[in-house]
């Protein structure tokens, strides 16, 4: 849930059920975001806090998942140009590797 101006603002699977509850139990302005949560441009809604609105449904290992896969990926294609140009030195660094 994010609060963006006047308006609570939900980011669920059940947003429509929870904006239907906070509705009962007396909030008022509340809009429903079901989609195109991503597409909604830096600065196009008024928000508090410094997390952008195509970022207010992520949380935990997500926010960092990008980092983590770029570093990861980086180090795979280096792994396999070093194998593919340079086969030999590549073998005798897995004849050092111990085996389990």
Known sequence: MAVIGCCTVLFASRSAVAADKLEQAGFENIACI???????????????????LQNAGKAGLVTIQGKIS???????????????????????????????
């Open 34 to 52: 079901t989609s195109g949560l991503q597409s909604v441009e830096p600065g196009q809604f008024d928000s508090v806090g410094s997390t952008e």
């Open 70 to 100: 770029a570093v990861l990926g980086t180090v795979l294609i280096c792994a396999y140009l070093f194998i593919t140009f340079f086969p030999q030195q590549a073998e005798k660094l897995l004849e050092m590797m111990p085996a389990s």
